[in-house]
């Protein structure tokens, strides 16, 4: 639809399991207005449900900004679950070069860090962007954009993404690890063919 139409249609995920089951499904809420002219910032709830579509994850981006030269205003996001229980928050913090966002838990204490790095081009690679711990010097996992050929990349919005973490970390923040990768997907990969 986007290519015939040059329309942004909502976005929709299927979240799998490392045997490559699908375990939830996501389908992003906002109108038209947001998406086409607020592309890439707009403002969602993204609905999480299992597969017997029984909503377990709420994920809730305000309207914000994220240019490295503004260190206002920058990104959050709001996830909860069950929905109306929240479960934590990512935040992005200012850093002129590379991308780097804070996991917090329900109290707003930090948890994690994550950064990215300084080019997110991704060009015929994967690019990583590093789970660590509080002290940004230890590395425990890292939330990957998979390069999945020229086709995919170029002409649609056609992703995928990886999440490693910790077995035993906090479920809470897995939930919340889910919304970073919503988020990194829409500040550095959601692409339109209208510059085309």
């Not at 490559?20 to 499904?25: A, D, S, T």
């Given at each position: 639809l986007l290519a015939i139409l040059?329309?942004?249609t909502s976005s929709k995920y299927e979240i799998k399991n490392h045997l490559?089951?699908?375990?939830?499904?996501a389908v992003e809420e906002n109108d038209c207005f947001d998406r086409k002219l607020c592309s890439p910032l707009r403002a969602f709830t993204m609905r999480i449900a299992d597969n017997e579509?029984?909503?377990v994850i709420?994920?809730?981006r305000p309207l914000r900004c994220y240019s490295c030269w503004c260190p206002c205003f920058l990104q959050e996001l709001e996830v909860q679950s069950p929905p109306g229980t929240i479960a934590g928050y990512v935040v992005q913090n200012w850093d002129?070069?590379?991308p780097k966002f804070t996991i917090q838990n329900q109290s707003k204490e930090d948890v994690l860090k994550i950064i990215g790095p300084y080019a997110t081009c991704g060009c015929f690679e994967d690019v990583d962007f590093e789970v660590k711990a509080l002290d940004e010097m230890t590395t425990i996992g890292k939330?990957?954009?998979y390069w999945s050929g020229f086709v995919n990349n170029v002409f649609t919005n056609t992703a995928n993404f990886?999440?490693?973490v910790p077995v035993d970390l906090d479920v809470r923040i897995k939930a919340v690890m889910i919304g970073a990768c919503f988020l990194i997907d829409l500040m550095f990969f959601e692409n339109s063919l209208d510059g085309l």
């Open positions: 040059g329309t942004e490559g089951q699908r375990v939830y499904f579509d029984r909503e709420r994920v809730i002129p070069f590379l939330i990957s954009k990886g999440i490693q």
